[in-house]
């Protein structure tokens, strides 16, 4: 059976790691028969959040790396007059709050919150401080000082209101945490929160409406074919024009040689031959180099 190439979309249920939706999505394809798949993912989501995960099976693993540094969108739900230690509804409430902010109020400080933006991570994150996760420093007790980092919130949109929650939709870019946002968005009103509900609906070309369950899945596992949900290579370079190459054109850059003396899109591209992806490339003054190659079995017969 060949070998899979290309992106599943994984609607990651909460209460499931990043992690172990990846060895899921493994454990499946197995059992359908595809041996060692190479695999990943393109941006971890919280096991208390859920939604979009996009996971890359083999050649489409060379850019997990592009998706981890895309834009995403999260619908999340802030739940105003308590604070909780890891920002979410999974820590210990550690401060309350009497006042709950109106619809008017939240929506004039909105716009605090568009644009580039400074915010302190969680306690409770990924992030390292010494060598060591936040958050393992968290679960014992230490008092855990995280710096201050920029990043942007391309959009910040009101959903629904009612007396103690707002849901909100943000387009953000890598490296926003949403917890903080909501944290901050809270602190901003004169109250406190902490997030109820987080949903990631995109992340970076892929949409809520191309993303399979668990249960389909596990269907592939059982024999479902795989291909009515695969994505190809390409749905991952979303806005990166393609160009065909000619054959003598394809080898040297399957062999990592640069191209000129021919047209060429300027800047980043994908260069393929007879339809099949041969290597991502980037033009600078008329001369292509790869800047990321593949390596697909209908390619290399050429």
Not at 118 to 144: F, I, M
Not at 207 to 235: C, F, V, Y
Request: aromatic residues 4%; negative net charge.
């Amino acid at each position: 059976m060949n070998q899979p190439h290309g992106w599943l979309i994984l609607d990651k249920p909460r209460g499931l790691g990043s992690t172990q939706a990846v060895a899921a999505a493994k454990r499946n394809l197995r059992e359908a028969g595809y041996g060692k798949v190479k695999i990943g993912h393109g941006g971890t989501l919280d096991p208390l959040a859920e939604g979009v995960l996009p996971i890359a099976l083999g050649e489409s693993t060379k850019l997990a790396g592009r998706m981890l540094d895309a834009s995403k969108v999260y619908e999340f739900t802030v739940r105003f007059g308590e604070e909780t230690d890891t920002l979410d509804t999974e820590g210990a409430v550690i401060e309350r709050c009497d006042r709950l902010p109106t619809l008017a109020e939240i929506e004039a400080v909105l716009p605090r919150f568009t644009g580039p933006i400074e915010q302190v991570p969680p306690a409770y994150s990924a992030l390292k401080v010494d060598g060591q996760r936040a958050y393992d420093r968290a679960r014992a007790g230490e008092q855990v000082e995280l710096a201050t980092r920029a990043v942007t919130v391309f959009a910040l949109d009101l959903v629904a209101n009612g007396e103690s929650e707002t849901t909100l939709r943000a387009h953000v870019s890598k490296g926003t945490y949403i917890r903080s946002l909501a944290r901050d968005i809270a602190r901003s009103v004169g109250s406190c929160g902490h997030v109820t509900y987080l949903r990631r609906i995109k992340a970076g070309p892929f949409l809520e409406e191309q993303a399979i369950s668990l249960d389909t899945l596990s269907e592939i596992g059982k024999g479902a074919r795989l291909e009515d949900h695969l994505l190809p290579l390409e749905a991952g370079l979303d806005g990166i024009p393609a160009h065909e190459l000619d054959r003598t054109a394809a080898q040297a850059a399957r062999q990592g040689r640069v191209l000129s003396d021919q047209a060429l899109p300027d800047g980043l591209f994908l260069a393929r031959c007879a339809g099949v992806p041969v290597a991502l490339m980037e033009t600078e003054g008329g001369t292509a180099k790869v800047v990321r190659g593949f390596n697909f079995p209908d390619a290399a017969k050429d």
